[in-house]
């Protein structure tokens, strides 16, 4: 079976490829990825002399690139990750968030249901629990919630999503859909809370939480995110979408404490001393109070449990960031900076 991964050079995308490189000889695994600022080709070392894997750089924008690539090599399926993820970045560019998230999407479409080689192969399609909008203190978001986006990245995703259903209903094309809280681990780009907040206590900058630090997300370990995606691409039902989530709930606030009493801990610091770092700043604008994902249905149809109790995770997350300073050095060098100045300079 031949499957392309978009966006496999990127935080989650590079957990998927390793998985499905690792555990599935027999399936070759073609990446394409345009490197943006977010992916990093230093990600898939550890895979990228495998023979059943291969890279390919282009973007997914660009028709007649991707109906080429779709025309040569007949991929049997599809998992597509390639997005803009920043929600910020999305406050400040917008269309970048529609050519990629959507277009891009509507592209891969198209080349697919033109060349796909094999009636068994899938569209899956990677999405987020942000398409539902924000809950207030009770509930969480089930595959039935209605769609509600606020914020351009995720009035972007959501229309991706609906044109992945659209071509479902109106082609019979075979797609899945996933929609999954927020992700931490390894290889994610310091400009999310998580892999910031660990950059910045290391080199003891200002810790920005937004508004009171109020805000609610849903916390789950990106291999346990890959683990999803590879259950619901083998297991799944044509034409569903699966919920994912480690009904794991934390408000930034508890989040950046235990993050700052782990990172003491581990560096050797006395305790409290980075808590000190935390500065509140002015919130994001339609700042999504709460996330909580409900699971139950991939859970109970497919059998999907998470590995990792979130303290556990966290830890594991932080000495990946410590023991690799070079990823981080290199990521952090050049546009990043011009990018932190812009976001956090007159905040
Ligand atoms: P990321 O920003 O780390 O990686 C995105 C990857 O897509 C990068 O490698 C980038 O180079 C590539 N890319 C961007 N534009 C492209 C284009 N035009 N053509 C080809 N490649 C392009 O993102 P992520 O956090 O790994 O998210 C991956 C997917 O999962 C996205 O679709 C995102 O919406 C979804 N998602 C993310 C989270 C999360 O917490 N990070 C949660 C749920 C869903
Ligand atoms: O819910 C899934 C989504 O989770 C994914 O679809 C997105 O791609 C991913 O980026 C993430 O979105 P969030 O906006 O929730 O993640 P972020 O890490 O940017 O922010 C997490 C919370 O922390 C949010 O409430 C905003 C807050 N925050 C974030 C940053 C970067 C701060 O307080 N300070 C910061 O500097």
């Not at 969480?140 to 209605?146: A, D, Q, V």
């Not at 291999?223 to 039902?237: L, N, R």
Request: include cysteine; charged fraction near 25%.
């Amino acid at each position: 079976m031949k499957i392309l991964i978009t966006g496999g050079a990127g935080f989650i995308g590079s957990h998927v490829v390793r998985r499905f490189v690792n555990l599935y000889p027999n399936y070759e695994i073609v990446n394409l990825d345009k490197l943006t600022y977010a992916g990093n080709l230093e990600n898939l070392k550890d895979i990228e002399h495998m023979d059943n894997y291969r890279f390919v750089k282009g973007d997914i924008v660009d028709s007649n690139f991707i109906d080429d690539l779709f025309e040569q090599e007949k991929f049997d399926s599809v998992i597509h990750l390639a997005a803009e993820s920043h929600v910020d970045r999305s406050i400040t560019m917008p269309t970048e968030f529609v050519l990629t998230n959507v277009l891009g999407t509507v592209n891969l479409l198209n080349a697919y249901k033109a060349h796909r080689n094999n009636e068994d192969g899938i569209f899956y399609h990677v999405s987020t629990d942000e398409v539902y909008g924000e809950l207030t203190d009770e509930g969480k978001f089930l595959e039935t919630t209605p769609y509600d986006p606020n914020s351009p990245y995720s009035a972007s995703k959501a229309s991706s999503d609906h044109f992945v259903r659209a071509y479902h209903v109106t082609y019979g094309l075979p797609v899945k859909i996933s929609n999954c809280s927020n992700n931490y681990g390894s290889h994610h780009f310091p400009e999310k809370l998580i892999p910031l907040f660990i950059n910045n206590i290391r080199h003891k900058k200002p810790l920005p939480v937004y508004g009171k630090g109020e805000n609610v997300r849903d916390w789950l370990f990106v291999e346990d995110h890959a683990s999803a995606i590879d259950v619901i691409f083998h297991k799944g039902a044509v034409g569903d979408t699966y919920n994912i989530g480690g009904n794991n709930e934390w408000r930034n606030i508890d989040l950046v404490k235990l993050l700052c009493k782990q990172m003491d801990e581990k560096l050797g610091r006395t305790e409290g001393e980075s808590e000190q770092l935390i500065t509140y700043v002015t919130d994001r604008a339609g700042h999504d109070y709460r996330y909580a994902i409900d699971s139950s249905k991939l859970m109970n149809e497919l059998g999907w449990r998470p590995s990792l109790q979130f303290e556990e995770g966290l830890s594991k997350t932080i000495d990946w960031y410590l023991e690799n300073e070079e990823w981080l050095d290199h990521v952090t060098s050049g546009q990043y900076r011009a990018y932190y100045e812009q976001q956090y300079a007159n905040r």
